[in-house]
């Protein structure tokens, strides 16, 4: 049934469900106010659905958020790690090269003093 600038009123649901929901001439209004009180009743049921759907989907979304904080802390701690193995490298990389050049140093004094020996 065509609204007022000639596009159907309920233009979302199909021919048969408009015919049942739209007056038709000599219809009782009982009948029409029996269908709107069901569909309310549908839409409040839609709407507890939705709901409940929305506090489900919040709850997934903490977890999600727990599970990212607890594998950024994780990360973290690894790179703590990474940094002190790194300074560990750093004192025997520094330790070696301190004792290489003791060890040349003595051998290059040893050659000296056989040379001028002989």
């Known amino acids: ?3 007022k600038c000639g596009k159907p009123l309920l233009p979302s649901l199909p021919v048969a469900q408009r015919q049942a929901i739209v007056p038709r001439k000599g219809m009782p209004t009982d009948t029409i106010e029996m269908r709107m ?3 309310e009743g ?3 049921q ?3 659905r939705l709901g409940t759907v929305e506090e489900r989907l919040a709850l997934v979304e903490n977890k ?3 599970l990212r ?3 950024d802390q994780r990360f973290e701690r690894v790179d703590q790690r990474f940094e002190r193995i790194d300074q560990r490298f750093e004192r025997i990389d520094h330790s070696l090269r301190t004792q290489f050049y ?3 140093g003595l051998m290059l004094s040893l050659l000296a003093v056989g040379i001028f020996r002989h």
């Open 69 to 71: 904080r607890d594998i």
């Open 37 to 39: 009180a069901h569909l």
């Open 102 to 104: 003791w060890l040349v």
């Open 42 to 44: 549908a839409y409040e």
């Open 46 to 48: 839609i709407d507890k």
């Open 64 to 66: 999600i958020d727990g």
């Open 1 to 3: 049934m065509p609204g």
